[in-house]
C-alpha cells in the first residue's frame, strides 16, 4: 500500500509554517514598498498620520522571518513507521508511537 | 473616491488590493492540492491520519470557530454594548474548552472514535448513534448556507458581484480544497485563514486607537457617547443581557451563557472537537484546545476594540445614530452595527492594507463553511453512510463516497444559503438551531459518561424528547404564546432542552435495563482505568510548556486577570 511513502513525503515537503510564512512575507514586501515609496499625503490623513502599510508591511516580514527561523529550527520529523492503516479497528497501541521515539 | 460617495459601502479597493487578494486564494488553492498529496486513506482525509502537531490543531480549533458571525457579529456587538461583548470570549468560550481540554478530550480521543456521533453509538448504541448523526448532518447544512450566505452578501457589498455569482464561486474555492485535501486542506486553510485574520485586524485596531487618541481617547469618547461609561467594563452588562437588575444579569451571564450554553456548544460540536481528534497524540489533543484559548482570550481586543472604535469615530454610527440603533430603531444615516467593521476599513485603511482586510474578512467566511464541510462529511460518511446504507466496503470506496458527499453538501449549503436569505436576523437563526442540537446533546454526554447506569433508551429519549423541548419553546416564541425577545427565546430553548433531557434520561434509565458494564470501559468516568486517560509525557510530549494542565491553569489566571481589569 502506497500509505506510508506518500506520507512521508508529503510530510518532507510541505510545511504550513512555510506557506504562512510565503503569504505573509509577500504581504509584507508589497506592503513596505507601498508605505515606503508610494504613500499620498492624502493616504496618510487617512490613516490618523500613520503610515500603516509601511509599519504592517515591517511587521509581517518580521513575522515571516520568524516563522521559516521556526521551520528551519524544529523541521517536521517524518513518521519513522506507522502503525495504523486508518481503517475501522483501531487499536490500542495507536495511543503511543509518540512516546516511543 | 467617486465610488465611496455613491455607495457608502462600496470600498475603494484598486489594482493592489485585488492582486493582494487573489494572492491569498492561489494560496488557498494550492494548500488543497499540496494536502491531496497527503491523503490516502479515509482516516487521512477525515480525520488528518491523526497526525498533526497540537498547535496546528489549536489555531484551527479557534479559526473553525472565527467565521463571519463572529467578526462581523462581535465587533457588531462591540459597536453597541462595548466590553461586555468580551463575555461572550472569556465566560461564554474559555471555561468550556478548558474543560473539553482537561475533562472530555481524554475520552474522546482515547476511545478512538472518529466522530462524535460514534461516541454515542458506542456508549448508547444505535438508535442515539443515528439521532445524533442525522441531526448533526442536518445541522452543518443549515449553517453552512448561513455561512456562504454572509460570505456572499459581504462580497456583494464590498466589490459590487451579484449575490448568486458571491454564492457560485464560494462555494466553488472552498469545495475544491476541502474535496481534494480533506480535513488536512480544511485545518491548514483554517490555520493560514487565523493568521490573515490578525493580520487583517490587529493593524486595522492600531490605526483606530491612533485615530481616537489612544486607550485614553476611546474611554473618554464612549463614556461621552450614547450608553455611557457602562461600555467600558464588561461585568454587570446589564445592556448585553436585557436583564436591569445587577444580580440577575451577572446569573444569567454565568449559567445561560458560560454553562449550558457555551460547554454545549465547544464540548459536543463536532465541528470544533474533530480538530483535536486529528492531532497527532493524546496530550496534542488535550493541548488543541487549550492553546486555542489563548488567542480566544485575545481575539476581544482586535474584535470588539474596532467595533467600540467604530461607535465612535464613523460619521455613520457615531452619536445619535448610535443612540437611535440602541433603541431599536433606525439610524437617521441607515448604517447598522453589522456595518461597523466594513465602515472602519473604509475610513482608515490605504490601499495595500486595504486588499489584507477584506482577504482577511473573506478568508473568516470561508473557514466557517469549510469547517462545516469537512465534518459533515466525516459524520455523514462513517456515521450514517458506513454505518447504515453500505456496510463494509473497502476503505478507498469512503475516500470516494466523502468527496462525493463534500459536493453533494455544497450543493446543498447553496441551496441552505437562499433559504438563509430570508432571514433578517442570522444571529438569531444559529442561536435557535444551537439551542435545538447542542444543549440536549450536552445533558446526554455529561450524563453518559460520568453515570454508568445511563441506559441505551434513555440515551436516545432523552436526546429526542430535549431538541423536542426546544422546538417547543421555539414554537410557542414563533407564534407568540409565549412573549420572548430576540435571543431570548433560544437562551430559554437551550435550558428547558437541556434540564427534559436531564429528567427524562434518569427517569427512563431506572425503568430500563443498563448496557454492562465491561462494554462501558474507555467511555464512561468510573470504568475507565486511569491509564488510558493519562497522556504520554515523554518524546514530543515532554517539558512543562506542553503540560495540558499546566497550560489550563495558566489560560484561567489571565482570563481572571482580565476580567478583574475590564
Redesign the interface.
Known amino acids: 500500500m502506497a500509505h506510508e511513502s506518500s506520507r512521508s513525503r508529503g510530510a518532507g515537503v510541505f510545511d504550513v509554517r512555510l506557506v504562512i510564512a510565503l503569504l505573509i512575507g509577500v504581504y509584507g514586501i508589497v506592503l513596505t514598498v507601498l508605505g515606503a515609496g508610494f504613500m499620498t499625503e492624502e493616504d496618510i490623513e487617512k490613516s490618523a498620520g500613520v503610515n500603516i502599510n509601511l509599519w504592517a508591511g515591517i511587521g509581517m516580514l518580521v513575522f515571516a522571518a520568524l516563522f521559516v527561523v521556526w521551520a528551519k529550527w524544529r523541521p517536521i520529523k517524518v513518521p519513522q513507521q506507522e502503525d495504523e492503516t486508518g481503517g475501522t479497528g483501531a487499536s490500542e497501541s495507536e495511543i503511543t508511537p509518540g512516546q516511543e521515539r | 473616491m467617486d465610488v465611496l460617495a455613491e455607495a457608502n459601502l462600496r470600498l475603494d479597493a484598486n489594482a493592489?488590493d485585488y492582486?493582494?487578494l487573489a494572492?491569498?486564494f492561489a494560496?488557498v488553492l494550492?494548500?488543497g492540492y499540496?494536502?491531496r498529496?497527503?491523503v490516502?486513506?479515509?482516516?487521512?482525509f477525515f480525520l488528518s491520519?491523526?497526525?498533526l502537531p497540537a498547535w496546528?490543531t489549536g489555531l484551527a480549533f479557534i479559526a473553525a470557530n472565527l467565521g463571519a458571525i463572529e467578526v462581523m457579529g462581535m465587533s457588531a456587538n462591540g459597536a453597541e454594548y462595548g466590553m461586555p461583548t468580551a463575555h461572550y470570549f472569556w465566560i461564554g468560550a474559555v471555561p468550556a474548552m478548558l474543560f473539553l481540554g482537561i475533562v472530555m478530550m481524554p475520552f474522546y480521543?482515547?476511545s478512538?472514535v472518529r466522530s462524535v456521533p460514534e461516541f454515542m453509538l458506542r456508549r448508547f448504541g444505535k438508535p442515539a448513534h443515528l439521532v445524533n448523526g442525522i441531526s448533526f448532518a442536518l445541522a452543518q447544512v443549515l449553517i453552512a448556507g448561513a455561512n456562504l450566505f454572509l460570505l456572499a452578501s459581504v462580497v456583494n457589498l464590498l466589490l459590487g458581484w451579484p449575490i448568486w455569482v458571491s454564492v457560485v464561486l464560494a462555494a466553488v474555492i472552498v469545495l475544491s480544497y476541502t474535496a481534494l485535501g480533506g480535513l488536512s486542506a480544511a485545518i491548514?486553510n483554517e490555520?493560514?485563514q487565523f493568521?490573515?485574520i490578525v493580520?487583517a485586524l490587529?493593524?486595522l485596531t492600531?490605526?483606530?486607537l491612533?485615530?481616537v487618541g489612544g486607550w485614553e481617547g476611546l474611554v473618554d469618547k464612549v463614556t461621552a457617547g450614547p450608553g455611557g461609561a457602562e461600555q467600558l467594563s464588561s461585568w454587570p452588562g446589564n445592556q448585553l443581557t436585557g436583564f436591569g437588575d445587577n444580580f440577575l444579569s451577572v446569573l444569567g451571564l454565568v449559567f445561560g451563557l458560560g454553562f449550558v450554553l457555551s460547554f454545549g456548544y465547544w464540548t459536543t460540536n463536532f465541528v470544533e472537537v474533530q480538530r483535536a481528534m486529528a492531532s497527532?497524540?493524546?496530550?496534542?489533543a488535550r493541548r488543541t484546545p487549550i492553546i486555542g484559548a489563548f488567542p480566544k482570550l485575545a481575539m476581544p481586543f482586535i474584535v470588539i476594540i474596532p467595533g467600540m472604535i467604530a461607535g465612535v469615530t464613523v460619521t455613520e454610527l457615531m452619536g445619535e445614530n448610535k443612540a437611535a440603533l440602541m433603541e431599536g430603531g433606525e439610524a437617521p444615516s441607515g448604517a447598522t452595527f453589522n456595518n461597523a467593521l466594513l465602515l472602519l476599513m473604509r475610513?482608515?485603511?490605504?490601499?495595500?492594507?486595504l486588499g489584507?482586510a477584506i482577504a482577511g474578512l473573506l478568508a473568516s467566511f470561508m473557514a466557517g463553511m469549510a469547517a462545516n464541510l469537512s465534518s459533515f462529511n466525516t459524520v455523514f460518511t462513517y456515521d450514517i453512510w458506513q454505518a447504515y446504507i453500505k456496510k463494509g466496503r473497502p476503505?478507498d470506496y469512503y475516500l470516494r463516497t466523502g468527496r462525493v458527499v463534500t459536493a453533494a453538501a455544497t450543493v446543498l449549503a447553496i441551496g441552505t444559503a437562499f433559504i438563509a436569505s430570508t432571514y433578517s436576523n442570522l444571529m438569531d437563526y444559529l442561536q435557535q438551531l444551537f439551542s435545538f442540537f447542542n444543549a440536549p446533546l450536552f445533558a446526554t454526554f455529561i450524563l453518559g459518561m460520568f453515570w454508568k447506569r445511563m441506559t441505551p433508551t434513555a440515551g436516545w429519549l432523552g436526546l429526542v424528547t430535549g431538541t423536542g423541548a426546544a422546538v417547543g419553546v421555539f414554537l410557542l416564541a414563533e407564534t407568540g404564546v409565549w412573549e420572548l425577545p430576540g435571543q431570548g427565546a433560544s437562551f430559554v430553548g437551550a435550558g428547558a432542552a437541556f434540564v427534559v433531557d436531564i429528567v427524562v434520561s434518569v427517569v427512563v434509565t431506572y425503568m430500563t435495563q443498563p448496557k454492562p458494564e465491561a462494554q462501558l470501559a474507555g467511555l464512561v468516568y468510573s470504568l475507565t482505568p486511569r491509564e488510558?486517560l493519562k497522556h504520554?509525557t515523554?518524546?514530543?510530549?515532554a517539558g512543562w510548556y506542553r503540560k495540558p494542565g499546566l497550560l489550563a491553569g495558566i489560560v484561567l489566571v489571565i482570563t481572571i486577570v482580565l476580567n478583574i481589569i475590564f
Open positions: 493592489v492582486v493582494l494572492f491569498y494560496l494550492g494548500i499540496l494536502a498529496r497527503q490516502s486513506t479515509s482516516l487521512d491520519g491523526r497526525s496546528v480521543y482515547g478512538k491548514y490555520v493560514l493568521f490573515v493580520a490587529l493593524p492600531i490605526v483606530g491612533y485615530k497527532k497524540s493524546m496530550s496534542a475610513d482608515l485603511l490605504p490601499n495595500g492594507m489584507i476503505d488510558t504520554s515523554s518524546g514530543e510530549d
